[in-house]
């Protein structure tokens, strides 16, 4: 058992790592040429929040926060 909390920490730890290379990689383009839409949101208790810098980008986080809020209303019955 303990060695799967590893193995599954160690995955985390490379992915977060991943995604931080590829931002910094993104980076070094052009930044005239890319064009990156954000969002990023959560609930703190009951309450979402959300950073966005895209119209479209904030109906998408919203509409995944409402499921997301449903499907946990429902598991936790």
């Known amino acids: 058992m303990e060695k799967l909390i ?3 920490v160690s995955l985390i ?5 991943l995604i931080f290379i590829g931002g910094l990689f993104s980076t070094l383009k052009a930044p005239e ?3 990156i839409k954000i969002a990023a949101g ?3 208790g009951p309450i ?3 950073f966005f810098n895209d119209k479209r980008m904030f109906y998408v ?3 995944l926060m409402i499921i997301s809020l ?3 209303l429902f598991l936790n019955k």
């Open 13 to 17: 730890f490379i992915g977060v790592m």
């Open 42 to 44: 959560g609930f703190i």
């Open 48 to 50: 979402p929040f959300g």
């Open 33 to 35: 040429s890319s064009n």
């Open 61 to 63: 986080l919203i509409g």
């Open 70 to 72: 449903f499907l946990w």
């Open 6 to 8: 590893l193995i599954g």
